[in-house]
């Protein structure tokens, strides 16, 4: 947290008056933050409304959380530079940013908030939230297969951590990690002379696909939990 996400730099930036001016309006109570009347210099969230001697400084901003099913074939951006982009697919108004990555050629769960708050929280749990996927390979999957992918495999220089994995049938397999490499599932199955012939993201955290289909969407709680 830094002096920027204080109330007192939002009402010198606001209203160009100056720090002592702005400290003077917080302690007689002049300010509503989330319409609530504050005495301190109290820290203020991007979405929160604030009034200041009666007048509107902020209006409040609704927070969006999406679980949306990316199709295969649309790249993880809202560069509407790039081909196939993200943006140009997403049916919403109001602008929301993808939490994580999905390669283009994969599918499935992917998260859209404008809570800010979740990229932090997200940065936080990089090698803690749970990231669950189905997979199609080329040939029949082993049991050396299944032991070496949830050892670890050196891909890019080091090893992957430990993860869950097992079998669904002959050419199928269950995955859970804890970790966001770049295309990392591919590199690892290419490593032991596989081939992703398809995959599938069906859980972050405590968010599932269930039964959407490709683009479509539904609202869920608030994102990756503390």
Known sequence: MTFRNRLQYFLVKRLQISNKKALELISVG?????????????EIQPFEEIICEGEILREEK???YIAFYKPVGIETTLNQAIPDNLQAILPFEEKLFPVGRLDKASEGL????????????????????????????????????????????TIMGQTTLPCFVEAIDEYNFRIILVQGLNRQIRRMCYKLAYEVL?????????????????????EVGELIGE
Do not use: W
């Not at 002049?30 to 109290?42: H, I, L, P, T, W």
């Open 62 to 64: 609704k927070l969006y």
């Open 110 to 153: 992917l998260l859209l908030t404008n809570d800010g708050r979740v990229f932090d929280k997200t940065l936080r749990k990089e090698h803690q939230t749970e990231k669950e996927y189905i997979v199609k390979v080329d040939k029949p999957i082993t049991a050396s297969f299944i032991h070496q992918m949830s050892r670890g495999i």
């Open 30 to 42: 002049a300010c509503r933050v989330a319409s609530k009347q504050v005495f301190e210099n109290v």
């Open 198 to 218: 398809s995959l599938k993201r069906i859980r972050i955290d405590q968010v599932h696909l269930g039964d959407l289909q490709p683009n479509e969407y539904r």
